[in-house]
């Protein structure tokens, strides 16, 4: 690792920092604010749910070739893999907001075992998004800054991590989805 590499790196770090505080923060925020509440005419965007559900099932597809692709030393591809999965990844939280800000809640109508599953990927689900917004970023900034032996580190985290968010994402979908109004 060269010096240079290094300073690359920490002139990312408060961005970092900033974004991964701010993003959860903003997200727990705005999630009790529904549009409507507050005077505003808008149509519930009941279409988002299905989108924002195949779009964290394509950033876990895209996860999984980028993976293959770097494993094959196609680093050009992997690149243009994880720099989408990031933009997805951006999208599908916007899209997740827009509906949250114009919908009502969707309770969770199984029982049984099932409930206890579905509250438990809910969950996971959940926390792990927090945790892995810092992860994806410190990971891309390794990259960019060609420090590739750290960048390798946290990206053995980084990778599991990100693709059981996708994954459960789509989960929590096909699981909820029944109870849509």
């Given at each position: ?6 300073q690359?790196?920490?002139k990312y770090?408060k ?21 409507r509440?507050f ?20 950033t876990?597809?895209?996860l ?14 992997h690149?243009?893999?994880?720099t989408?999965?990031?933009g997805?990844s951006?999208?599908?939280?916007i ?23 579905y ?24 990259a ?23 994954v ?8 909820i ?5």
């Open positions: 690792m060269n010096n240079n590499s290094l690359n790196e920490k770090n961005w970092i920092v900033v974004l991964s505080i701010a993003i959860p923060i903003i997200v727990a925020a705005l999630f009790g604010v529904n549009l509440d005077g505003f005419n808008v149509q519930p965007l009941t279409m988002l749910p299905p989108i924002y559900a195949t779009i964290n099932g394509l876990a597809v895209i999984i070739i980028a993976f293959f692709a770097i494993k094959n030393k196609n680093i050009v591809l690149e243009n893999l994880m989408t999965a990031i997805c951006a999208v599908f939280l899209l997740y907001m827009a509906y949250h800000m114009t919908s009502d809640s969707t309770k969770f109508g199984g029982e049984g075992l099932i409930k206890y599953v509250y438990f990927v809910l969950i996971t689900h959940i926390l792990l998004s927090i945790v892995i917004i810092p992860l994806v970023l410190i990971t891309f900034v390794r960019l800054s060609e420090n590739f032996e750290r960048h390798k580190k946290i990206a053995r985290i980084t990778f599991p991590l990100w693709l059981y968010v996708a459960s994402g789509v989960v929590v979908y096909l699981m989805s029944p109870y849509y109004v």
